[in-house]
């Protein structure tokens, strides 16, 4: 009986859950992220695979499967109907790794918490890869606890295939392997020493497991072994000159790749508050203002009852997230709450370890009532779910993380097509409304799209066009009492 109603739960928060992920999914036009993805997924559904925008920058599967969508039907909600396929399969994936680790309840509340996670819904509602990863590490981590744990005769076969989908997805999941491996010396299936002898153990299914990631993931980029004519100078400080060494090599497209978006995502730094400077803590920090606020008290609930009594589960889960949390810290470029959308699913689990040790007369009651305050806070914090954060992003001093998205750009796009027969804009703005708005000029334009965001995002060409210009703000754009943007007349 008690299973029954588990299940019956699940159902009612999976239905409740793709409603937020739905409604009014094309209420706004792309984003300049998914402007990015929406290229490549119509040069993929031309048959372009080699030279394809965007092609250095990002692993094949994603362009793969939005391509498959702009065939299908090509529009904002086709495509971003992928991302609310990929979050509701997390939800159900969460809810059988929460089941297997800690039974119905725990599974049940940690579901109810990833498919009403403020976070979770916005990068599901968005044509991004953010879902996708997060359903793929779920998987992973389910298919790692049964190697180390239940020894079953396959798993190694789809632990690896699933880490071959992540690495497929976006390179940013390489830190789930170094997530394993960490695990794996921990439960010493992986066993090393240096006296008297160096020697190395590896468990037979590890090394089998990375095997079938690699496989699939070259059997899904086969064209990444494409090459490409690089030019490279190397210059080094040698004593008292400057040496330097021309290299000119054919480089495959895969190697381009990597490097670009590994090497420049650690080398670069910029300038943050002191919070986000800190490493695991802003990561952390960026989540936690970014979510629903009863969060916090929840993974404090959780956190309590692990250090009380801990379980090998919990060791399990929190390994992954700490070992993810201090990777990520190596990502620089951009300290942003969507790298954390993949550990949305482990949070919740986390968030939702309390629910088991309390009074059984009142577990049914705190469910309902996490249910229904989590699903209310998301409902009321969209659409714009992009320019919402809790109230301790102004306690802390923390600025926006990410640009608005496409917030307001239905309707400044709309007030140009009825108001200006030319229009200028700096290349975020004119990124953007290119794909609804073809009247562009660099030169003596009749309206100028001026953003409120910030420089390292528009920079400061508007303000050298508007300079020694008649024009006049004719109109500003606001979203939730926001200002987004102003248009010009000239």
């Not at 969209?382 to 320019?387: C, E, F, K």
């Amino acid at each position: 009986m008690e299973h029954r109603k588990v299940f019956a739960g699940l159902i009612v928060v999976l239905v409740l859950g793709v409603f937020l992920r739905t409604y009014n999914l094309g209420w706004e036009t792309y984003s300049y992220s998914e402007v990015e993805i929406k290229q490549a997924a119509d040069d993929y559904a031309k048959g372009n695979f080699i030279h394809s925008y965007y092609i250095f920058d990002t692993p094949p599967l994603p362009k793969y499967i939005f391509a498959a969508a702009v065939v299908l039907q090509d529009s904002e909600v086709s495509l971003r109907l992928v991302s609310v396929l990929f979050g509701m399969m997390t939800v159900i994936a969460v809810f059988f790794l929460a089941k297997k680790l800690y039974g119905g309840k725990v599974a049940l509340l940690a579901a109810t918490i990833t498919a009403f996670s403020t976070v979770h819904v916005q990068l599901s509602r968005y044509v991004q890869q953010e879902t996708m990863l997060s359903f793929f590490y779920v998987m992973v981590v389910y298919f790692l606890w049964e190697a180390t744990n239940e020894n079953r005769k396959y798993t190694f076969l789809y632990l690896g295939i699933f880490l071959g989908l992540a690495l497929a997805t976006k390179f940013i999941s390489v830190i789930v392997v170094v997530c394993i491996i960490v695990y794996c010396i921990y439960r010493k299936q992986i066993k090393f020493s240096i006296r008297p002898n160096f020697s190395l153990g590896v468990s037979n299914w590890i090394i089998k497991s990375f095997v079938v990631m690699l496989i699939v993931f070259c059997a899904l980029w086969p064209f990444g072994f494409s090459t490409l004519k690089t030019d490279v100078a190397i210059s080094v400080d040698f004593v008292s000159e400057v040496r330097t060494q021309q290299v000119s090599a054919n480089v495959p497209i895969m190697a381009l790749s990597f490097a670009r978006r590994i090497f420049t995502s650690i080398g670069a730094e910029y300038t943050n508050p002191l919070l986000l400077s800190i490493p695991v803590v802003n990561y952390l920090v960026i989540y936690l203002i970014k979510e629903t606020i009863f969060i916090i008290p929840l993974l404090l609930f959780g956190m309590y009852f692990i250090l009380k009594k801990p379980s090998k589960q919990d060791i399990f889960v929190l390994v992954f997230i700490s070992v993810f949390l201090i990777m990520l810290s190596f990502h620089k470029t951009n300290i942003n709450y969507r790298h954390m959308t993949g550990l949305v699913p482990f949070f919740s689990i986390i968030a939702s370890r309390w629910i088991q040790n309390i009074k059984p007369d009142w577990q049914k009651a705190a469910m309902v009532l996490v249910a229904t305050v989590f699903f209310v806070y998301a409902f009321f914090s969209g659409p714009s779910y992009a320019l919402h954060y809790n109230p301790i992003k102004d306690v802390l001093g923390i600025p926006d993380t990410d640009s608005k998205m496409s917030e307001g750009m239905s309707q400044a796009i709309g007030y140009i097509e009825a108001n200006c027969t030319s229009t200028y804009a700096g290349p975020y703005y004119r990124f953007m409304a290119e794909q609804y708005y073809h009247s562009f000029v660099d030169v003596n334009a009749q309206c100028v799209i001026k953003g409120d965001i910030q420089n390292s995002y528009e920079g400061g060409n508007v303000s050298d066009y508007l300079k020694g210009k008649n024009c006049q703000i004719d109109t500003t754009v606001y979203r939730d009492a926001i200002k987004i943007l102003d248009i010009y007349k000239c």
